[in-house]
């Protein structure tokens, strides 16, 4: 559940976390564009916003919250998203199928990721 | 009182008829008055003017002798600064950080808090106390002590030093009559300050003697403070296990380990007859430990002695050493020592930023 490490590449648009056995890869724009944060999310699904125009975004740093959480703040700015450990398991678990969704969402709105 | 209050309010608006608007929170206790204003910190130079206006006015108030006016800001930046803030640097050296915890008030929280204080102190290790309880401190009053908080060169609040132990409560700064009126932002700004404005320096275990309940407070608290682990207490009642499981599971939630349960006011010895009562129910807590699969830390018995000794200022672990009631908490500072022990090494991930 808790991560042993948390890596940001050095290029600073992957972010690795480490689990005992295992380990997941995510782009920062992916992370960006599923940010948690009610700015991204709303507060209800259909005030769900499409981020767009994220591709080459960047990871400037990575705070812990408690025990629970880590703040990923990107060089656009953005800095509320809370991301849990769980929420962090769920994005990668469903990596394929978020990301998919994400793209012909954007097709339906006339979005681009540039 | 509230004449008083009616009267300050009428006089702001004399001087200026924005200024009710800008009032956060007044309070009268004591022939002071309280007040705090919201203020724009761009504006500082004007709100420092507008306080002193103020002050000079309220204290012509029959029956006033001082007024005290506070500012503070909430401008959105400093607000979002301040939530998403980790609790850290005034408990830097602060290697861990245990809650004392209960759903329900009145189960004898802060008494546990400061004999483990206490006990944890005996088996070697420097240890600090904190009450969150901002609304009913009572940490003061189980120390016997009321002295002022002096500040340090650096401009940082020294905890109290008692019974070799840090201390620091709400209780130690404001008088002890005087009700802290509060909306729950306030209150989380009081215990961040209390973490991070006291000057804790190096410590072992900081205990942190939490207010009773599960509300925002609370779950903020359990969620920002980086906290080592959490010890819930409950009576044995059903009433008061209710409100425990909840507590369990708000710490579940934001990863904080439960390190166990303690059942206070577990039974009771008369002292003429020695026959033994199960006032609050019979091994209430222990069961229920067992059913949430957390730990069972241990029992304290309801007994004359723990409450005078807390009456008079001086923990039972102090001043009746030999007690089966002490000899009860040196065994439960053992357990959780060594539960925290275990659990150090594989909590906390390494971010690694190349």
């Not at chain 1, 990923?72 to 990596?95: A, C, R």
């Not at chain 2, 019979?282 to 018995?301: C, R, Y």
Request: hydrophobic share 40%; charged share 25%.
């Amino acid at each position: 559940m808790i991560p042993k490490n948390i890596i940001l590449s050095e290029n600073k648009k992957e972010l690795t976390l480490e689990y005992e056995v295992k380990k997941s890869v995510m782009s920062a724009e992916f992370l960006r564009v599923n940010s948690p944060s009610a700015e991204v999310k709303g507060h209800s699904p259909a005030q769900k916003k499409t981020v767009s125009g994220k591709r080459g975004i960047s990871i400037n740093s990575i705070e812990l919250v408690g025990n629970y959480a880590i703040k990923l703040i990107f060089d656009d700015g953005h800095s509320t998203g809370i991301y849990t450990w769980q929420y962090l398991q769920e994005l990668f678990m469903g990596k394929d199928k978020i990301w998919k969704e994400y793209i012909s969402e954007l097709r339906k709105k006339g979005l681009y990721r540039d | 009182m509230s004449d008083v209050k009616t009267l300050a309010i009428e006089k702001l608006k004399l001087l200026n008829p924005e200024y009710p608007e800008l009032i956060e929170a007044i309070v009268v206790a004591n022939k002071k008055i309280y007040l705090s204003l919201k203020t724009d910190k761009t504006k500082i130079d004007i709100f420092t003017r507008i306080k002193l206006q103020i002050e000079k006015e309220l204290s012509a108030i029959d029956g006033i002798d001082s007024v005290s006016v506070s500012l503070t800001s909430h401008s959105e930046s400093m607000q979002s600064k301040a939530d998403t803030r980790a609790v850290t640097s005034g408990i830097s050296e602060v290697r861990n950080i245990i809650s004392v915890a209960s759903g329900k008030g009145g189960v004898g929280k802060s008494t546990i808090s400061i004999n483990l204080a206490v006990a944890i102190n005996q088996l070697g290790f420097s240890v600090g106390l904190l009450d969150a309880d901002v609304y009913g401190p009572s940490i003061p009053k189980l120390v016997g002590d009321r002295q002022k908080p002096k500040k340090s060169k650096a401009g940082k609040i020294l905890p109290i030093q008692k019974y070799n132990i840090s201390l620091m409560s709400i209780g130690f700064l404001v008088p002890e009559d005087s009700p802290m009126i509060w909306r729950g932002p306030m209150v989380i700004t009081a215990v961040s300050q209390m973490l991070n404005d006291v000057e804790w320096g190096q410590l072992d275990y900081l205990i942190v003697d939490m207010p009773p309940g599960t509300g925002d407070v609370q779950l903020t608290m359990a969620q920002r403070v980086p906290m080592s682990g959490a010890v819930i207490v409950s009576t044995p009642q059903d009433l008061a296990l209710i409100d425990a499981i909840k507590g369990i599971e708000m710490f579940k939630k934001v990863n904080v380990p439960i390190l166990g349960m303690i059942e206070n006011m577990s039974t009771f010895i008369c002292p003429n007859c020695k026959n033994e009562s199960h006032i609050f129910g019979f091994e209430g807590a222990k069961v229920e430990a067992k059913n949430q699969n957390v730990d069972f830390l241990g029992d304290i018995p309801l007994e004359i002695d723990l409450r005078e000794c807390s009456d008079n200022g001086k923990p039972i672990m102090l001043s009746k050493t030999d007690s089966t009631v002490s000899k009860k908490f040196l065994e439960i500072a053992k357990l959780v020592k060594s539960k925290i022990e275990d659990n150090s090494n594989s909590e906390k991930p390494n971010i690694i930023i190349n």
